[in-house]
């Protein structure tokens, strides 16, 4: 009869056990791919890639169309800016360092530091930032139709 008990308490403890390691798993799982932090840096990644690519459309699709920086420069501004980066230089390399996301509903500002690297004929150099002191940046981010789009950069 002991025996069964204590073999009845194994078994309440093992399934508390799985109960508690799937809830932490799924919670992990979910701040992971399905939290609002997580989209936005998702969001970040991917507007970073375009850059470095050279896609412009692709870079102009995560912006909003109210767009603007602190330097007074619009979305249509940023375009030929663009354009012009692209046409004067070989590629582009975005370092994002030490991101912190704040949400408040459907609004969000990503803190992070930034190094920009331009290659031209064989030779680099820092557009924005460096190794030793990246560029702070900040970008204020809206939600327009259920996804993050920038609606303010300053650096």
Known sequence: ??????IRKHKIFVSLGLILVIFFGVTQLYYAFFSQKA???KTVLKTKKSLEVGDI????????????DNHGLNHQQVEEGL??????????KINVTSQKIRVNGESATDSLGAIVIVKRGGEQ???LGSFVQPAP???????????????RVEW
């Open 1 to 6: 009869m002991a025996q069964r008990r204590g």
């Open 57 to 68: 459309r692709g870079f102009l699709s995560f912006l909003s169309k109210d767009f603007f």
């Open 83 to 92: 354009k012009e980066l692209f046409r004067e230089f070989d590629g582009i």
């Open 39 to 41: 989209n936005i840096k």
């Open 137 to 151: 940046v900040k970008v204020n981010l809206m939600k327009e139709k259920g996804e993050w789009k920038v609606k």
């Open 125 to 127: 150099g820092f557009l």
